[in-house]
């Protein structure tokens, strides 16, 4: 895995990785994201932050329309890690109420109860969906 590595004001590296828009990219992320949370000592996180980026790639599968999506963790603060997947779609996501019956549907709402919080940041190009992590730095 080839990582993108730059500088943050708090001294902490960022990581990041352009994908492909596919399926399999989440498991490239997931890598991403534990050897970020390992490097920084916040190894507790990562369970979590795996979990997280999982969905926040899928979502990025399943409604963007171009080919690739990009993943990113940095750590803006030290007790604060933040996963984040961009992609050029415009349209912000929508936490849905999914009965016991659906088969999706959840994502959203597992990323709401796994993060200190999250959002949707517009982009000239696209969009930015995050989650932010607490942990101790």
Not at 40 to 49: C, F, K, Y
Not at 103 to 115: H, I
Not at 121 to 135: I, R
Request: proline share 8%.
């Amino acid at each position: 895995m080839t990582m993108a590595v730059s500088p943050r004001p708090t001294g902490h590296p960022g990581y990041t990785e352009t994908l492909p828009r596919e399926p399999g990219s989440a498991g490239t992320a997931r890598r991403l994201v534990r050897f970020a949370l390992s490097v920084w000592g916040l190894e507790a996180l990562a369970d979590d932050g795996a979990l997280i980026v999982t969905e926040l790639v899928a979502n990025s599968v399943q409604h963007a329309r171009r080919d690739s999506i990009r993943v990113t963790v940095e750590r803006p603060e030290a007790d604060r890690v933040r996963v984040a997947v961009v992609d050029l779609s415009p349209r912000h996501p929508v936490r849905r109420h999914s009965g016991p019956e659906d088969e999706s549907g959840r994502g959203l709402t597992l990323v709401e109860c796994l993060a200190a919080d999250w959002g949707s940041d517009p982009l000239p190009w696209g969009k930015q969906v995050w989650a932010d992590l607490k942990g101790r730095g």
